[in-house]
């Protein structure tokens, strides 16, 4: 599967912002979906992550605050980000985790966050 993020952007702390991934290529239905995020200076983490079966995990640092969603009949998986706070910021990348096809990114989507 093939990802595009999208959605990214500069926002004020207590601000929100939604991020969109758009998945083409087949078996999405198939596929774990996350978000994960790297902030500058630091490693990849997971910020949130979506079962096709609709069971979700988010890190302890955003729940609460972020909700994570998927649309298998659109190809797209979305993170609703509300409360942002200046430590979310970084660059976000879609991943898609598929047991035969394997693992895929997207190109990452830059949020910023001031405060």
């Known amino acids: 599967v093939q990802l595009q993020a999208s959605g990214g952007g500069l926002v004020q702390a207590g601000g929100s912002l939604r991020l969109s991934c758009q998945a083409s290529?087949?078996?999405?239905?198939?596929?774990?979906m996350s978000w994960y995020r790297q902030a500058p200076g630091k490693q990849r983490e997971l910020v949130a992550g979506?079962?096709?079966?609709?069971?979700?995990n988010y890190t302890d640092s955003v729940k609460g605050r972020f909700t994570i969603s998927r649309d298998n009949t659109k190809k797209t998986i979305a993170l609703q980000m509300n409360s942002l706070k200046p430590e979310d910021t970084g660059v976000y990348y879609c991943?898609?985790?598929?047991?035969?096809?394997?693992?895929?990114w997207g190109q990452g989507t830059l949020v910023t966050v001031s405060s």
């Open positions: 991943n898609g985790k598929h047991a035969r096809y394997g693992n895929s």
């Open positions: 290529g087949s078996s999405f239905g198939g596929y774990f």
């Open positions: 979506i079962f096709n079966g609709g069971h979700i």
